[in-house]
């Protein structure tokens, strides 16, 4: 769901309404990082794994790109994943996780 060429993330309505601290700290790391995949804007509403995490009281965010004409088809394949997408989503959750203890510059 993080692999596409032309790969486009919008922030998730569920997750942003949960987690809006975590979804505006992974968007201002693709800033910080280059990663231009992520867009801050909201555009879906998707019951997805995350919402569990959630209703637990977990903050969760759903990185997906739901515009992805492949998806759950028979052209949804390794060959049609592109590195520097994966790069993207890669460097930003990096990011996340080597400045959660400071909070991030």
């Known amino acids: 769901m993080v ?5 486009r993330l919008y922030q998730e309505v569920n ?3 949960a987690a809006a601290n975590l979804v505006d700290r992974l968007w201002a790391g693709a800033r ?3 990663a231009a995949a992520f867009v801050p804007e ?12 959630i209703q637990a009281g977990i903050p969760a965010v759903d990185l997906i790109d739901l515009d992805d ?7 949804d394949l390794p060959a049609n994943c592109d590195p520097a997408s994966l790069g993207q989503v890669g460097r930003v959750l990096l990011w996340h996780v080597y400045t959660l203890e400071t909070g991030g510059p």
Request: hydrophobic share 25%; charged share 30%; proline share 7%.
């Open 15 to 17: 997750s942003h309404d």
């Open 3 to 7: 692999g596409r060429r032309g790969l």
């Open 32 to 34: 910080r990082v280059g």
């Open 42 to 53: 909201l555009r879906h509403n998707v019951y997805d794994d995350h919402i569990p995490f």
């Open 69 to 75: 004409p492949d998806w759950h088809t028979t052209r």
